[in-house]
């Protein structure tokens, strides 16, 4: 084979430590090698043309690239030397950047390291065979995960461009938390009115089917063609018959159910739906609450339905569906401030969330629209709002900024003006943060206009003295301790991740951060893709996020289904597992050890049983092939010889 | 019977010798042999860990030491400054840059013992169950009032015991011995602490605070396990009153003998006559005034 080696000074990224035309002069000796060189940018357009060059000169067989991680420029080069009349799969790169010039100062021994490495591919390269992909057919059926904001804007955008989407909701309705607020920031424009006719159409168009009440149970196959099982949760109501009249509400006895919907401030029945506008309009009977399910006499809701739809002897069921790409838009949860004690631990009754505050504000919640006090119905006059609870805070485990908080205190606070004119807001903050458009406007007008008092400080404790709650805190611009006497208290709790988000994680095959936030591909030029081919990522799943942000990132994830599903084939991998018959001794290991399902038993004529490996199926993770015996099964493109070679170079 | 090494420190040798007595005393009714540590030695307390921390390493540490020769694996004092004290000479143990100069100093290392108040032996190792049980003299119909101060809980990373911000366990104990115990925001606040010798003001506004705060829920005794917060809440119960023009008269036991009493143990032997403000209240017996239906520790 006739092999050409290039190595990458990636400016003085690789040559500031590496000396990069001594690895290329050493190249030059190693076996097979008949053209080594260094270049300045070899991924840029003129470095492309020198590789191709080379091949057309000297007659190459094979490339070596010497620079970065594979994972930013492998793709590119594999292109390069494909344009120059080679198999892509003729191309090795060693990775002389992050593995050896960025984390080493010591030049000649990180020269002796790249140079090892490039020893080590060109040995691999030397057992190289050219691979090729077929091609496979593309379902162009979306599946979103999640129906808040950002996973209505993602099947919408896709309806319109005609595919067929599958949404999934664990909730009973859809519009997620954007549903549960009462105006949003900064232009106190409704929430339910910008949202509601979004999950209008969500129900009304065609080619968008909803499973609310459901869940992902397990996810199977790849990019193009996935399976996906959906448990659909036994609700007792017969959706298909419920006409959403709400008549069981009303006459249902179990009247002590916590109102899920509006944050447990105040009461719902066992048999509900959660608010007028819900998408969609079906009653859910709470389990854990309904009196029959319980053991005890009761089935008013089924003597009262006019269509008869109750039925308490119904049972999750598993329906499967067959997608060509996923979106992730399973949203955030609110920090839960009950660890902090000196907050009350959530002992006290007027010390409540941000999210409770909205249910306060909304003219649907649980008052009405009219602002009291959970305690005692009382109006209040102080009231005391406090950021960063459960966000910049190392203590909780929860060092990152939520982003939205600044903003819905500003708003809440001026509400509250607008609601009560007499009463007096304060805010105890740490920075303000509110970079978005009209943002820090919105925040000033909070101060100036509508006399929002801005105490910089954090709150050391709350406690109740008489019927009012103490707020002491500091005001560190001022330098002095300072105490309010407070009617209520709102604690702007944080975002974190939801619930269940790393078991989905799972089943999608997607990796996630420390606190459970879905990792982007790249965290700047690939935000709404994920490491999985075919799997995208939406709104606040990928970190906290507020509504303009969840929305454009719905729409750009909608994007890149569509720029998918605009082929109607895609090219399978080559790099996947492959039998050799004659050495199979048909011990079904490998059977046992695929994590994918994508080995299984092929009768040959006369009754032999051997192992068969499903191409497309397969992941490439080389589990098979390090466990077969008579290693029999070998991964392509890192066969036993690949490896034994670079390993021998190395031992060498 | 479990056997624990008993650092008394300075302030149970003098001021607060009835917290010595009582401790005693609960123990003993609960089968804890209290093992003296022999030849003890001053914690090193304030001056010692502002002036070196290796110096209240192992002046601490050194009486540490004497209890592990003395085959005991748990040390006990009732005093937080003592058990912060305590603490910081095993911190330093286990502190790779201190390590070698500690064992040096000390004689030995002190790996594997724990350090503990007396409330987190009386909760850890007797619990308010087994004290529910034990109660004969109930204090149904007393309202008293937990107060853990600045140090039994914190810093968190040291104590490890309780919730730092709103400890529980003193309430749980006296819930066992049939009082009523409010929910009190002031738990652990600061009582004033060394001030009250240079600036005797700051006490007045701060234990005056507490002892306001004590008499706004109705409480008729405040609850406490620190010798320095009895002696600012106590002792000077009466200059607080001078500063804030109060007349309050609130007493302020030990838990150890608030427990004691509820035990059925006679006052004297718990050193309740040596507190400044009179304890009598306490010892009205209103459990028939509430039904001797209940029982005893009913209202827990």
């Known amino acids: 084979m006739r092999i050409g080696v290039f190595v990458c000074n990636c400016g003085t990224n690789i040559a500031g430590t590496v000396d990069t035309a001594k690895v290329a002069s050493e190249a030059l000796t190693f076996a097979d090698v008949v053209y080594a060189t260094n270049y300045m940018y070899t991924c840029s357009e003129p470095g492309q043309q020198e590789i191709q060059r080379a091949i057309g000169e000297h007659g190459l067989q094979g490339v070596v690239v010497a620079a970065c991680s594979p994972r930013m420029h492998e793709p590119t080069f594999r292109r390069a030397v494909e344009k120059a009349g080679l198999n892509k799969y003729m191309f090795e790169m060693a990775n002389i950047r992050e593995h050896v010039s960025w984390i080493g100062n010591d030049k000649a021994a990180n020269t002796a390291k790249a140079a090892d490495l490039v020893r080590m591919a060109v040995a691999k390269l030397r057992f190289n065979q050219p691979l090729f992909s077929s091609k496979m057919p593309v379902n162009k059926r979306l599946l979103v995960i999640g129906g808040g904001v950002a996973g209505i804007q993602a099947a919408l955008d896709c309806a319109d461009g005609g595919m067929d989407v599958v949404m999934v909701e664990r909730k009973q309705y859809i519009g997620g938390k954007m549903a549960q607020l009462d105006k949003t920031f900064p232009t106190i424009d409704c929430s339910s009115c910008i949202l509601g006719p979004k999950m209008v159409d969500v129900s009304q168009k065609e080619n968008i089917t909803l499973y609310a009440s459901s869940e992902i149970e397990s996810i199977s196959g790849y990019i193009g063609n996935f399976t996906v099982d959906i448990r659909k949760k036994a609700t007792y109501v017969n959706w298909d018959a419920c006409t959403g009249c709400g008549a069981c509400m009303e006459k249902c006895p179990a009247k002590n159910t916590p109102d899920v919907f509006n944050e447990n401030l105040g009461s719902a029945r066992a048999i509900n739906i959660p608010f007028p506008q819900a998408i969609p309009k079906k009653a859910v009977i709470d389990a854990r609450h309904c009196r029959q399910l319980n053991g005890k006499k009761c089935g008013v809701c089924a003597k009262i339905c006019p269509v008869k739809a109750i039925d308490f002897e119904m049972k999750d069921t598993i329906v499967t569906e067959k997608v060509g790409a996923i979106i992730a838009a399973t949203g955030y949860d609110l920090f839960d401030h009950s660890v902090y004690g000196e907050y009350g631990a959530g002992r006290y009754p007027d010390v409540i969330t941000g999210i409770q505050y909205e249910r306060i504000l909304s003219a649907s919640g649980p008052y009405g629209g009219h602002i009291q006090r959970p305690s005692d119905g009382k109006e209040p006059k102080n009231i005391v709002f406090l950021a960063c609870v459960g966000s910049r805070d190392a203590s909780v485990g929860r060092p990152y900024c939520s982003g939205v908080c600044c903003m819905y205190i500003a708003k809440q606070a001026i509400l509250t003006k607008d609601h009560l004119p007499e009463s007096n807001s304060y805010v105890f903050y740490m920075d303000i943060r509110a970079p978005g458009k009209n943002y820090d406007e919105f925040v000033r007008r909070a101060q100036e206009e509508y006399g929002v008092q801005y105490i910089r400080g954090r709150v050391a404790k709350i406690y109740p003295r008489g019927d009012r709650m103490v707020v002491q805190g500091a005001d560190t611009l001022l330098g002095v301790q300072v105490e309010v006497e407070a009617d209520l208290v709102v604690l702007a709790t944080g975002i974190e991740s939801s619930a269940g988000a790393g078991e989905l994680a799972e089943k999608l095959r997607i990796s996630y951060d420390q606190y459970g936030f879905y990792m982007e591909s790249h965290p700047k030029l690939r935000p709404v893709e994920t490491n999985t081919a075919g799997v995208y990522l939406a709104g606040a799943c990928q970190g906290p996020k507020d509504i303009p942000s969840s929305v454009a990132q719905g729409s750009a994830a909608a994007s890149k289904v569509q720029s998918l599903f605009a082929h109607d084939t895609i090219e399978t991998n080559p790099q996947v597992a492959l039998v050799n018959e004659r050495n199979c001794i048909a011990c079904g290991k490998c059977i046992q050890v695929c994590p994918f399902g994508a080995i299984q038993w092929k009768e040959l004529r006369g009754g032999i049983k051997k192992a068969e490996v499903l191409p497309t199926v397969c992941q490439g993770c080389g589990v098979c092939n390090a466990t077969c015996p008579p290693k029999a099964v070998q991964l392509q493109h890192a066969t036993d010889n690949q490896l034994l070679a670079e390993v021998n170079e190395l031992c060498a | ?300």
């Open chain 2, 1 to 300: 019977m479990k056997r624990v090494a008993y650092y008394k420190g300075c302030s149970l040798e003098g001021l607060a010798a009835e917290y010595d007595r009582s401790t005693h005393a609960v123990c003993e009714a609960f089968g804890i042999e209290l093992v003296e540590i022999a030849d003890w030695n001053c914690c090193g307390s304030t001056p010692a860990h502002s002036y070196d921390p290796l110096l209240s390493a192992a002046l601490a540490g050194r009486n540490l030491a004497i209890a592990a020769d003395q085959g005991c694996d748990m040390v006990m004092t009732p005093c937080p400054g003592c058990l912060k004290s305590l603490k910081g000479a095993q911190e330093a143990c286990e502190d790779p840059g201190l390590r070698k100069p500690f064992v040096e100093l000390v004689g030995r290392d002190v790996d594997g013992l724990k350090t503990v108040s007396l409330l987190q032996l009386l909760y850890e190792e007797v619990g308010p169950v087994a004290i529910k049980k034990a109660v004969r003299r109930p204090l149904t119909g007393h309202v008293l009032i937990p107060y853990y101060g600045c140090l039994l809980t914190r810093p968190a990373q040291k104590a490890k015991f309780d919730d730092p911000e709103n400890p529980v366990s003193m309430d749980r104990l006296l819930e066992a011995t049939g009082a009523l115990v409010p929910d009190f925001p002031y738990k652990t606040e600061c009582c004033g602490a060394t001030y009250g010798v240079t600036r005797n003001d700051f006490v007045g506004k701060l234990s005056g605070r507490i002892l306001d705060m004590t008499a706004r829920l109705g409480g008729e005794a405040i609850v406490v396990a620190c010798p320095l917060c009895q002696q600012n809440l106590d002792m000077r119960q009466d200059q607080i009153n001078k500063y804030q023009k109060s007349a309050l008269h609130l007493p302020v036991p030990y838990i150890s003998q608030v427990i004691g009493l509820a035990l059925g143990m006679d006052p004297k032997e718990l050193g309740m006559d040596k507190l400044c403000v009179s304890p009598d209240i306490l010892f009205e017996d209103r459990a028939e005034a509430e039904g001797k239906a209940q029982g005893p520790g009913a209202a827990a």
